[in-house]
């Protein structure tokens, strides 16, 4: 996905979804979205809203405590499209990423949403697009968008 820096505000957790869903479109079979911020600040809502856009029917909710989960999607010509919704948070070392088979995820025509994706360090793909959640309120959020590193 090529993309330039833009920076995004949100004022809900609709919003952010809403502004997930507008990203999706722009996704294609090995992207990968790299999602940086505190806890709550709103990676899983922006995740989930990604998955509205592929038309994920199932409940997307983050995977704290086994790393991935995989959803099926549909992309806008209809076609079948794999989501790998990461979440790092409890990840103990990059090597678990590997163990878990990190290359075949990064190597094949899904999509991948990385929540916490600074730590995987060095094993993001140079294509990783960059997200940055901050909170400015109760329930508003810059979110910041771009390429490279996480």
Known sequence: MQTSRAEINTTSP????????ELSARLRPGDCVGMIGELGSGKT????????GFH?????TSPTFILVNEYSGRDA?????AIYHFDLY????ADALMDLGWDDYLAGNGICLIE???RAGSLLPGRTVQIRIEMTE?????ILLG???C
Not at 14 to 21: E, V
Not at 45 to 52: K, R, S
Not at 138 to 142: A, D, H, V
Request: net charge positive; aromatic share 4%.
């Open 90 to 93: 409890r990840l103990p070392d």
């Open 147 to 149: 390429s490279g590193e």
């Open 14 to 21: 609709d919003q952010t979804r809403a502004f997930g869903r």
């Open 116 to 118: 916490w994706a600074e």
């Open 56 to 60: 994920v029917p199932d409940r997307v």
């Open 138 to 142: 109760s329930s508003s959020r810059r």
């Open 77 to 81: 010509a209809s076609r079948p499209i």
């Open 45 to 52: 809502c922006l995740a989930q809203g990604i998955c509205e």
